[in-house]
């Protein structure tokens, strides 16, 4: 692929490997609809291309593997634009979230850079999920008044003790040995070694080429933490969380403390919510149907709207939550998240693992 290359996504096959290189580098890789359709094109196209034994995603530039979504169109939609192109954006999104966890060819993702919310979704869920130096790893949506979607609250879920739930109410980012510890991704290969990588997952199969380019991550921070963030987050509230937090002692609890009460009180309550009952709900299509139920649900938020505007719109990183403080959270406003929608459910938990969608 050549630098003129100027598709959002760019497609084509490189020897065994079918490659997949998300390809908006100014704009940190963030997925369009158009981009989401367009991968889920080739992945049902290389299903049945037997010169196709490897899938493998990567995203172009040096900063991004992918920050997200579009959430610019999605501040326009919950300021008075189009909700309904946003929902059939997340339900085309969501959808190809539970592919790639079913694929059935081996899905690599290169997670270097930045890889937040939806870039979490493209590479999070594959069966081979690579971490480099440069990878930081987060799932930030409580600091724009979202809850975790794509996928997230279930893999959040499946981290080993609180730890997701330490990840999820602080909106926080992890480097590339906590990302492997979390179980968001399977193996570390340093930044250096990518293009040989490459390379070699074009002519081998990827067990041969991983066994000559994996290595041990750099240090990361959370195992050492592990005793307190358990502790602290099996209280059953954010409130009790919080003064857990606070009574520790532990100079990293009061930071988390700090970024917790920055969040939106809604979503991080929401957050909380949807993380307890995703241990519950069991396979990744039932609680990609719950999340696309707070994802609406958020849409129609004052929360959503002014977190974005102070995170991406006016970068005044001041947002005025309403309402601005937990207790004034009514357990209703809760509730709302996971109310039933009806006609309009993902209902991706009704359809057998490996249909098409």
């Not at 959040?156 to 602080?170: N, W």
Request: a negative charge; proline letters at 5%; hydrophobic letters at 45%.
């Amino acid at each position: 692929m050549t630098p003129n290359d100027t598709a959002e996504v760019l497609v084509q096959r490189e020897g065994r490997a079918g490659l997949i290189v998300l390809n908006r580098p100014a704009a940190l890789n963030a997925l369009t609809h158009g981009m989401v359709r367009r991968i889920a094109q080739a992945l049902d196209a290389w299903e049945e291309d037997d010169r196709v034994d490897t899938v493998v995603v990567t995203g172009a530039g040096e900063r991004a593997f992918c920050a997200g979504g579009d959430i610019v169109a999605i501040h326009r939609a919950a300021t008075g634009g189009d909700r309904g192109a946003v929902e059939e954006f997340w339900r085309d999104e969501y959808r190809l979230n539970a592919r790639i966890a079913r694929y059935p060819k081996p899905y690599v993702a290169l997670m270097s850079g930045i890889v937040m919310g939806g870039g979490v979704g493209v590479s999070a869920h594959g069966s081979v999920r690579i971490v480099t130096g440069t990878t930081r790893v987060a799932m930030p949506e409580a600091g724009i008044g979202f809850v975790p979607d794509v996928g997230g609250t279930y893999l959040l879920a499946l981290a080993p003790g609180e730890l997701g739930t330490h990840l999820a109410l602080t909106a926080g980012s992890v480097g590339a040995a906590d990302a492997l510890l979390c179980g968001l991704a399977d193996h570390f290969v340093a930044t250096e070694k990518v293009p040989a990588l490459l390379d070699d997952l074009a002519e081998l199969p990827v067990h041969d080429a991983l066994e000559r380019h994996v290595g041990p991550a750099p240090a990361g921070v959370l195992d050492g933490q592990r005793g307190w963030i358990d502790r602290c987050y099996a209280a059953g509230t954010v409130e009790e969380i919080l003064d857990r937090l606070r009574d520790s002692g532990e100079p990293e609890a009061k930071k988390a403390v700090d970024q917790i009460t920055a969040n939106s009180p809604t979503a991080v309550k929401a957050t909380l919510a949807a993380l307890r009952r995703a241990r519950a709900l069991g396979p990744l299509e039932a609680v990609l149907d719950q999340e696309y139920r707070t994802s609406c649900a958020a849409l129609a938020t004052g929360d959503l709207a002014e977190g974005i505007r102070a995170q991406v719109i006016d970068k005044d990183r001041s947002p005025r939550w309403s309402p601005a403080a937990l207790g004034a959270v009514e357990p209703a406003a809760v509730a709302r998240y996971f109310a039933p929608l009806g006609e309009r459910e993902l209902g991706l938990a009704a359809t057998t693992p490996l249909e098409r969608w």
